[in-house]
T-cell receptor, first 112, second 108 residues
Framework: EAQVTQNPRYLITVTGKKLTVTCSQN?????MSWYRQDPGLGLRQIYY???????DKGDVPEGYKVSRKEKRNFPLILESPSPNQTSLYFC???????????FGPGTRLLVL | QKEVEQNSGPLSVPEGAIASLNCTYS??????FFWYRQYSGKSPELIMS????GDKEDGRFTAQLNKASQYVSLLIRDSQPSDSATYLCAVRVGMLTFGGGTRLMVKP
């Protein structure tokens, strides 16, 4: 089944404790991205990747890191999480930049 | 000014009615336009994409694009309670930019 998977789905952590949210797709898509969704602010892009070893900042990259060592994986790293990073995070992939994106199930993060 | 604007709603319509959702965008060079549906707590799922001026129909859904006026709309005919969700408009100019979404409530 073609899908985008994210782990974990739910995470409660404390300020400053490094965490990684994994994202994997099995559709051989070149383009992957991370979004955060907050009430009243909609979906905002954090980082995106056009291909392996090619990443770029989106609208709200501060406090986040990503890597794209393999085509299928695009982890999101929070080196030192803060409470303002409490949000719902979505990973998405698409065959190319012009095509529609397929979203993962989301990761709900709470930073205390 | 936000690049993609939507009325947050809620938009309430009775079952069987036509729901009309609107979206305006600021960048005139926008090329691709998408409507996503998102149920509470779930991920967005694509309903329609539209690339050229005019109407595009798919079942009960019709997307309308007017590039001169910089708006795109989604009509849902014969609205059902299962259509109750938040509808996200997305516009691509390089990156995909989402509006804040319109919450639709279809009342039986």
């Amino acid at each position: 089944e073609a899908q985008v998977t994210q782990n974990p789905r739910y995470l409660i952590t404390v300020t400053g404790k490094k965490l990684t949210v994994t994202c994997s797709q099995n559709m051989n898509h070149e383009y992957m991205s991370w979004y955060r969704q907050d009430p009243g602010l909609g979906l905002r892009q954090i980082y995106y990747s056009m291909n392996v070893e090619v990443t770029d900042k989106g609208d709200v990259p501060e406090g986040y890191k990503v890597s794209r060592k393999e085509k299928r994986n695009f982890p999101l790293i929070l080196e030192s999480p803060s409470p303002n990073q409490t949000s719902l995070y979505f990973c998405a992939s698409s065959p190319g930049t012009a095509e529609t994106q397929y979203f993962g199930p989301g990761t709900r993060l709470l930073v205390l | 000014q936000k690049e993609v604007e939507q009325n947050s709603g809620p938009l309430s319509v009775p079952e069987g009615a036509i729901a009309s959702l609107n979206c305006t965008y600021s960048d005139r060079v926008s090329q691709s336009f998408f409507w996503y549906r998102q149920y509470s707590g779930k991920s967005p799922e694509l309903i329609m994409s539209i690339y050229s001026n005019g109407d595009k129909e798919d079942g009960r859904f019709t997307a309308q694009l007017n590039k001169a006026s910089q708006y795109v709309s989604l009509l849902i005919r014969d609205s059902q309670p299962s259509d109750s969700a938040t509808y996200l408009c997305a516009v691509r100019v390089g990156m995909l930019t989402f509006g804040g979404g319109t919450r639709l409530m279809v009342k039986p």
